[in-house]
């Protein structure tokens, strides 16, 4: 609260503080060709450092001498050289530099124009990302682009999100993208040990844009990582010819659930005393609303502060920030950093030499979240406190009950803090005997340091139980060098341009934890992980008279984790393209633009966690947990020794290939103020890895991780985005994406047996031991749930323990669930409009899902009598589907509990205003996230990553006050 006090009283201070400046000359830059205002157009008086950037709405204002000049200069537009003459307004309108007409997008090793690219590439950039106090850089383009979906992990602080494309690929091996942050590819299991997300040493305002490259003809260069698509993160990094600038921006936040689980009040729970099996000794006079009590509005403020310079061989950018950001739960998120870049050009920009390095310290305090499923189990008519002042418990003897929420939160301690350095080393180079040729190295490491307390209450229940404390510590190394040479000719005898790219990568991957945990008895335990990888690449693509596109690239990649002769895996990639714009026939259409894209590839996987599947391993005992007594001491004292146990292995283990086919059309009307895509998917992943039961005494284990089986997915996705007003005082302009998938298991064992089936990865549930919701099945989607059929009364009322015998055998057995409904969405929409008028500006994006189904685990576990009166020594609360249902017991696997999450989400909303000064620019925002959510779905959220709701850790609503000065 005090960091949020000062953040506001910062604000206050500082606005009435700017209004004494005084305006000289101001104006808007604009595009001659449509009007539009420009941003981050550079306004200098030409052999000075003075001037300033245009803000969003391309308006400046600057302090100029009579007879200085005002250079006005924007990449892809031609400058403008305009002597100062006494006006006091001076509006610019640029006209477009044909020779840098589109916008370059980065791929592999590489980049591209807009036009030319042939694969499914997508760009966001800054203008378009969410607003707010987002700490998360996956949140910013969270409904932005067609076939990406981002799901949040719910609202603790600092918590990051899920993040797939085009739905993923794989089963028990990774589904995340692979991520690649200014030249260097990240960790896919995480970053550092001891955080919440992977992402969050990244500072969202630092971004420039992320480009999404999601079919496999433009991921293939990336081979075997590229399965579930990646993502290319680029950071601000200044321009040349810039003038000093400094910018501050400052967001104060609050935060507060939205909802909560629906459980017997007070009231109800005393209503329950007419159960004959009901202890009515054991009510309170209190009226507790536990989860009220547990849950609390967060706070948070995020400071940003920028200084970059340009000049004609040099430019730099240095970014300080500090992140604070408090859950409801009492957990808190700190994040100190500093983000630099430099870049230096020598040899008449023949040689630029760039250095990015990002330092931050994170720092997590975790809650309990135990406390959450405590809160919605303890009973309701218990005050806080006891008569004594401490916590209410059930006391000694009811080992299993809960104990009390708070109880859980005060006594419990987890605290993590982490240092990390991602910095990258980039030298580009054009040789001086043939300046069509480049050579270009890329060093970077991302190294990572951990170091954790955690204190752990004992059950207070339970008069044997003990504290527990724990220190870990650990740190994640992982060093990636690649270098490639590049050759872009335009061969006028032929009317083609090339451009050739062959490179070579290695990295390696370097993990060690550490763990000391006290309990009643001491483990002490040290981890290391390592693997690598060895890639040789190429890439050709070539522009036929300006109407032909083909792009061919090629992998070769060799991994750690596969034997010998498994152990390199290729991957090749193709795609084609179409101008039709650019054909003779098209010169009167009321087309602006049309091309045709279509693209073939295949990708791999290799993230399935083990390093040595492949090959026999034994593992030796630790902590004493397994050793064997042979024999005393003269003294009478065992003697033990340690043993090996042997680990199952399959040593034919390979790669995990995923081979896409890509169609698309991309389109652009009136003028390119309506433009689109339409992308159409096939998707197939072969050898897929697994976790399948072996042949009895085929092998030392019961469970093998092996390559089993078959996935397919295919998908449509639309892309619409309008320039639907672009007036000097009023702009309007929108997207609009839609993503429709579809994925199914065609085989899941080597003998092709359609009726093998495995429990879903992610389908574990609460109520009894080992349950699993969800089911892997031929024919099914893999987050398919797995229940029973419920039968109805004539009234609509559910029928305890009655099913439909689904076989005709006139009894209810594991034979009759049926696999039905599924998590994943059928669709997903993502819209957004932005307008503007004079210095006001507002913008919002709703995101939807259409199809998806949640298990409401909530329910099915406490939604019945028995979840409070059949409990050993205590009585606990249930659920509020009680009184609807009247179940006497669980019945976990009801199709009752499986409801369609169906949902539109207003997700972001965002006001602003712009005050223009002679020195200084100043934007003020109020900016709200998650504000409401339409549903059918009566539990915490329809949202939910893996489909089952259970402890969740429920979203926030944050409000938003931001100020940004740019000087």
């Known amino acids: 609260m005090k960091t949020f006090l000062n953040a506001l009283l910062l604000c206050l201070i500082m606005v009435p503080a700017t209004l004494m400046a005084q305006s000289t000359v101001s104006g808007i830059v604009t595009d001659k060709a449509n009007a539009m205002p420009l941003p981050g157009v550079n306004v200098i008086i030409k052999g000075t450092s003075r001037g300033q950037s245009t803000n969003i709405d391309g308006k400046y204002t600057i302090e100029v001498n009579q007879g200085e000049t005002i250079v006005i200069s924007y ?60 700490v998360a850089p996956q949140q910013l383009i969270a409904g932005k682009a067609s076939g990406v979906r981002v799901t949040s992990g719910g609202g603790g602080a600092g918590e990051g999100g899920e993040i797939r494309i085009r739905g993923g690929a794989s089963l028990s091996a990774t589904n995340d993208p692979l991520i690649v942050i200014d030249g260097l590819p990240i960790d896919q299991r995480g970053g550092a040990q001891g955080s919440r ?32 698509g990646v993502i290319l993160i680029t950071t601000k990094k200044g321009s040349a010819n810039q003038p000093l600038t400094f910018e501050y921006g400052l967001q104060a936040s609050t935060r507060r659930i939205t909802n909560t689980v629906d459980v017997l009040s007070a009231n109800q729970y005393r209503a329950l005393a007419s159960n004959p099996d009901f202890d009515a000794t054991t ?67 023949d040689l630029k030499l760039s250095l990015v390095t990002k330092m931050v310290q994170d720092e997590f305090s975790y ?98 139980a003990f504290n527990t404390n724990e220190v870990s510590g650990g740190l994640n190394r992982n060093t990636a060098l690649d270098f490639y040479l590049n050759y872009k000719k335009n061969i006028e005898s032929i009317n083609t341009s090339i451009d050739v790219t062959a490179g070579h990568a290695f990295q390696e991957f370097y993990i060690k934890g550490f763990f000391d945990r006290t309990t009643n008895t001491n483990i002490s335990q040290t981890d290391i992980n390592r693997n690598a990888l060895e890639s040789y690449f190429a890439r050709a693509s070539f522009d036929i008279a300006d109407k032909y596109l083909v792009s061919l690239s090629y992998r070769r990649d060799g991994s750690s984790r596969f034997s010998e002769n498994n152990r390199w895996g290729n991957f090749p990639g193709a795609s084609f393209g179409w101008k039709i714009m650019n054909e003779d026939f098209m010169q009167d259409s009321f087309f602006s633009n049309l091309k045709l894209r279509a693209g073939w590839g295949v990708t791999g996987q290799q993230e399935f966690g083990q390093n040595y599947g492949y090959l026999g391993i034994y593992t030796p005992s630790r902590n004493d947990a397994a050793n064997i007594q042979i024999g005393t001491e003269p003294n009478g004292d065992p003697i033990f020794i340690s043993t090996l146990r042997p680990e199952g292995f399959d040593e034919n283990l390979k790669w995990e290939e995923t081979t896409q086919y890509n169609l698309a059309l991309d389109f652009g009307l009136f003028n390119n103020r309506l433009t689109g895509t339409i992308d159409g998917y096939y998707r197939e992943t072969e050898d897929l890895i697994s976790r399948v039961p072996p042949a009895a005494g085929s092998n030392l284990t019961d469970i093998l991780l092996t390559n089993v089986g078959q996935v397919t997915s295919r998908g449509l996705e639309l892309s619409l985005n309008g320039v639907i007003a672009q007036k ?88 009759d669930r049926q696999a039905y409904k599924k998590a994943t969405p059928d669709a997903f929409i993502g819209f957004t409009n932005n307008f503007r008028y004079k210095n006001l500006d507002l913008n919002f994006t709703f995101r939807g899902s259409f199809g998806n189904y949640v298990y409401n685990n909530s329910a099915s576990d406490r939604g019945n009598a028995n979840a409070v009166v059949n409990q050993p020594g205590y009585q606990a609360n249930a659920h509020a589907s009680f009184l609807d249902t009247g179940f006497t017991n669980q019945n976990l696997f009801s199709d ?72």
Do not use: C
């Open 728 to 815: 000097e005082n009023f702009g309007w302009d929108t997207n609009f994406n839609i993503t429709f998938q579809q994925q199914e298991i065609t085989r899941l064992n080597l003998n092709n047996d359609p009726n093998f089936t495995l429990p879903g990865p992610n389908g574990g549930i609460s109520g009894g031991v080992g349950n699993n919701i969800q089911i892997l099945k031929p024919g099914f989607d893999p987050t398919t749930f797995f229940v029973f059929r419920q039968v109805y009364d004539t009234d609509g009322n559910p029928i305890e323990g009655s099913y439909v015998d689904v076989n005709g055998d006139n009894q209810i057995t594991e034979a």
């Open 75 to 134: 990449l892809g537009y031609t400058s403008q050289e305009i002597v100062f003459n006494g006006q006091t307004l001076l509006d610019i309108a640029l006209v477009e530099d044909a020779a840098q007409l589109d916008e370059v997008v980065l791929i592999g090793y590489g980049s591209t124009t807009k036009q030319d690219a042939t694969g499914a590439v997508e760009k966001v950039s800054a203008k378009e990302f969410n607003r707010g106090a987002i």
């Open 896 to 967: 009752l509990y499986i409801e369609r999450a169906d949902f539109i989400r207003l997700d972001n909303l965002s006001i602003g205003y712009t005050i223009p000064f002679s020195k200084m620019t100043l934007r003020t925002s109020l900016t709200a996230t998650n504000l409401f959510v339409i549903t059918e779905y009566d539990g915490l959220d329809p949202e939910i990553a893996n489909g089952i709701e259970n402890n969740f850790y429920p979203r926030t609503r944050d409000i938003v006050l931001g100020l940004n000065f740019t000087f």
């Open 283 to 349: 009510l309170g006079n209190a009226n507790t609303n536990w989860q009220d009590e547990i849950y609390s509005t967060g706070v948070g403020a995020i400071h940003n502060l920028t200084v970059s310079k340009g000049y004609e061989n040099f430019n730099f950018r240095v970014n300080l920030n500090h992140v604070s950001q408090e859950g409801p739960l009492q957990d808190l998120y700190e994040r100190n950093g500093i983000n630099t870049s430099f870049v230096h050009r020598f040899l008449g920009n």
């Open 367 to 464: 809650a309990n979240q135990g406390a959450i499923g405590a809160a919605i189990a303890f009973d309701p008519t218990q005050s806080v406190l006891d008569e004594n002042g401490n916590f209410t418990q059930y006391g000694s003897g009811a080992n299993l009950a809960p104990a009390n929420p708070l109880f859980l939160l005060d006594q419990y301690d987890d605290r993590q803090t982490i240092k990390r350095v991602i910095s990258n080393f980039n030298i580009d180079y054009r040789f001086w005997f043939l300046k069509d040729l480049r050579f270009n190295l890329n060093a970077g490491i991302d190294y990572a340091e951990n170091d954790g307390h955690k204190f752990v209450g004992a059950n207070p229940n339970n008069p044997d």
């Open 197 to 228: 997300n992977a992402l969050n040493a990244i500072n969202p305002a630092d971004i420039e844009d992320f480009v999404v490259l999601k079919d496999a003809s433009a991921t293939a260069i990336y081979g075997s990582r590229a399965s579930n």
